[in-house]
């Protein structure tokens, strides 16, 4: 069900990714308790149902989101294949041609290296 207005931000606790893992490793003990083998399959798979579900719709409104920004590139794709792809501009120039430009860079950073070293090597 699409969203109006923007879902609830602070519903997740902004915790650490280790300490987030880490809880539901907490939970899933604590439920096992005193469910026998049958039961914890059941709950089990009922939440991976859960998550699938979640996943599902989660990944969907990415394809949906990424369509309407325009930024859903394959590289498997016809036009991708015929030479039009995320690195070709719309003339067909590739960006990986503009050797001047990568060039320039590089020597600007060697320029910035060499001025670092001598920062340093005074400071000794």
Do not use: C
């Amino acid at each position: 069900m699409p969203h109006s207005t923007p879902p609830n931000q602070g519903f997740l606790p902004n915790i650490d990714p280790t300490t987030f893992s880490f809880l539901a490793v907490i939970i899933g003990t604590v439920l096992i308790g005193d469910l026998d083998v049958n039961e914890q399959n059941a709950i089990g798979n009922w939440f991976e149902l859960l998550g699938q579900f979640m996943l599902t719709n989660a990944a969907q409104q990415q394809v949906l989101e990424s369509r309407i920004e325009n930024n859903n590139i394959n590289i498997n794709s016809q036009k991708s294949k015929k030479g039009f792809g995320p690195y070709t501009s719309s003339n067909n120039k590739s960006n990986q041609t503009q050797r001047n430009e990568v060039d320039f860079i590089l020597q600007e950073i060697q320029k910035i290296e060499k001025e670092l070293q001598n920062i340093k090597n005074s400071n000794s």
